[in-house]
């Protein structure tokens, strides 16, 4: 078993993202997760990311809040406690059109090893 407490989390910045603080909350240490990372990202008004997309597919579950996906043409909001899956490749766009902060955790494999 490997805890880490939420005050160890580690802050990190994705690329092409904005108006978005994360927090990594497991993964990349020792003792943590060996498939995949998890954080926690709050998402500002107006704030959001892409498009773009990645090689690996990645999980996503609102906490609070409300989030805008757009994906191959169609546009769907996450409210509290939805989830999606985004495909590999997939292009997605997201964006926080509310006033209110949005809480969003991510799930996303680690990188392939080179």
């Known amino acids: 078993m490997h805890i880490k407490r ?9 690329p092409n993202h904005r108006g978005i603080v994360g927090l990594r909350l497991q993964g990349f240490e020792e003792g943590g997760p060996k498939n995949q990372w998890v ?3 709050q998402i500002l008004p107006g704030g ?13 579950v609102c906490l609070d809040g409300e989030l805008t996906l757009i994906a191959g043409g169609k546009e769907d909001v996450l409210r509290k406690y939805d989830s999606v899956t985004i495909a590999p490749g997939e292009v997605r766009e ?3 059109r509310r006033n209110e902060n949005c809480s969003l955790l991510v799930v996303i ?4 090893k080179s």
Request: hydrophobic share 30%; no cysteine.
């Open 94 to 96: 997201m964006i926080n």
């Open 109 to 112: 494999p680690y990188p392939p």
């Open 6 to 14: 939420f005050a160890e989390a580690q802050p990190y910045e994705a």
């Open 48 to 60: 959001g990311a892409g498009p773009d997309s990645t090689p690996f597919e990645k999980v996503y």
């Open 39 to 41: 954080g926690l990202s």
